[in-house]
Each structure stands twice: as structure tokens, then as C-alpha cells.
């Protein structure tokens, strides 16, 4: 049973910051990328970051550099770190694997960035 369970995420102020967790199960994690999505109120929801099993990272352009995802294959873990918080990255966070070709999702953590 692949279960990924996202934590870490709440209401904080502009310019702070949040680690995001994702903990995996079900599947061996080091061999799989790993990627955090979001969806804002009322939008689709979006690509924000994926490392790959060989620790190459790729984020959404639009971050600037605020954003690090990172991955402890030992723990079965994946974070997001999130620096410099603005109300646009206000969404629902979700963890994210692909196994053959097929998404899987957690239930998501919410993050509120206050103006």
C-alpha cells in the first residue's frame, strides 16, 4: 500500500518560513523521484519541485531560488523547505511519486501565507 502523508504546514507571515514532510511508505523510496505539487483556492493545481533518486533538483521558476526539496531515503522521508513566504504560496501541498507510470498522492498539508 503506497501512503504518502504530508506535515508541517500552517498559517505563517510573509517572509517566514515552513518545512514541509512527506513520509513515505509503501515502496522503496530511493530509487523513485519525488516531487511536491500545490493547489490554490480555485486553481489547478501545480508542479512546485521533484528530486530525482540521484538528488538532482528542479523547481517551479517562479519560486526564485525560496524553496529547497530534499530527500532522506533512510527515513523514508522527503521535505520541503520553504524560505521567504508570500500569500501567492498559499495552497495545499502535496507530496507526490510516480510508480509505473501511475501518480500517487498524499492528502495534503495546508500552508496560509498572511500578508
Known amino acids: 500500500q503506497v501512503q504518502l502523508v504530508e506535515s508541517g504546514g500552517g498559517l505563517v507571515q510573509s517572509g517566514g518560513s515552513l518545512r514541509l514532510s512527506c513520509a513515505a511508505s509503501?515502496?522503496?523510496?530511493?530509487?523513485?523521484?519525488m516531487a511536491w505539487y500545490r493547489q490554490a483556492p480555485g486553481k489547478e493545481r501545480e508542479w512546485v519541485a521533484t528530486i530525482f533518486s540521484d538528488y538532482s533538483t528542479y523547481y517551479l521558476d517562479s519560486l526564485e531560488g525560496r524553496f529547497t526539496i530534499s530527500r532522506d531515503n533512510a527515513k523514508n522521508m522527503v521535505y520541503l523547505q520553504m524560505n521567504s513566504l508570500k500569500p501567492e504560496d498559499t495552497a495545499v501541498y502535496y507530496c507526490n511519486v510516480d510508480l509505473s507510470g501511475s501518480k500517487h498522492w498524499g492528502k495534503g498539508t495546508l500552508v496560509t501565507v498572511s500578508s
Open positions: 509503501g515502496f522503496s523510496l530511493s530509487p523513485n523521484a
